[in-house]
Each structure stands twice: as C-alpha cells, then as structure tokens.
C-alpha cells in the first residue's frame, strides 16, 4: 500500500510559478511511476504529467509541455510539479498518482494509488 499527500497549491496571478509536492509513505516509492492529473469544475479529468521510478521517462501532456516539469528524489520519497507561466487555464485540483512498473502511462485507470489533491487557481 503507498499513500499520497498533495501540497504546495495556492493561488497565482498568471505567469506566475508554483511548485507541487507528492509525498508517499508505505511501501519503497522507488519502484512506482509517479503521475500528475487534474480536474477543473464541469470537466473529466486530465492527464498532465509522469514520471518513471528512476526518473529516466518522463511524459508530458501537449498542454502544459515546455512550462511544467515533472521530477522526483526517492531518498525523500516525493515527486514534484514545477509549474511556470501559469495560466488561468490550468486552474484544477491536482492529484498524483502511482502505480507499480515503469510505463509512464498517461490513463488514470492505470494508477491504483491516488492522494487527495491540492486545489491551484490561477486568476487573470
């Protein structure tokens, strides 16, 4: 079993930056791909990015690609989302995920571990 705790949302003028934390506990997070999804009010939700156990793949949704970079540090068990050039699109909760493997996979029925999410609004 891992549980996930999301931190690090707020609320940021557009172009501003944020950064996100996922902290895991329970089992060795080092052998889990680590996944960024979020979901804005009315809409499914979204794939945004991942990364493999040892950090070597990353996948990116076209989206957010060139602004967000997605990277992790096993000895402390978290995985972050630096966010930069927000904009107020990109207003959503934001939830990791987990799933054992290293397929950076981009469907969130492939993650069996989710935290609770942190909420970012991005204000024009």
């Known amino acids: 079993q891992v549980q996930l705790v999301e931190s690090g949302g707020g609320l940021v003028q557009a172009g501003g930056s944020l950064r996100l934390s996922c902290e895991a506990s329970?089992?060795?997070?080092?052998?889990?791909?680590v996944a960024w999804f979020r979901q804005a009010p009315g809409t499914e939700r979204g794939f945004v990015a991942a990364?493999?156990?040892?950090?070597?793949?990353?996948n990116y949704a076209n989206a957010v690609k060139g602004r967000f970079t997605i990277s992790r540090d096993n000895a402390k068990n978290t995985v972050f989302l630096r966010m930069n050039s927000l904009i107020p699109e990109d207003t959503a909760v934001y939830s990791c995920?987990?799933?054992?493997?290293?397929?950076?996979?981009?469907?969130?029925?492939?993650?069996?571990?989710w935290g609770q999410g942190t909420q970012v609004t991005v204000s024009s």
């Open positions: 995920a987990a799933r054992l493997g290293l397929a950076v996979l981009r469907n969130s029925d492939d993650y069996n571990y």
């Open positions: 329970g089992r060795t997070f080092g052998s889990y791909t």
């Open positions: 990364i493999s156990w040892s950090g070597g793949l990353t």
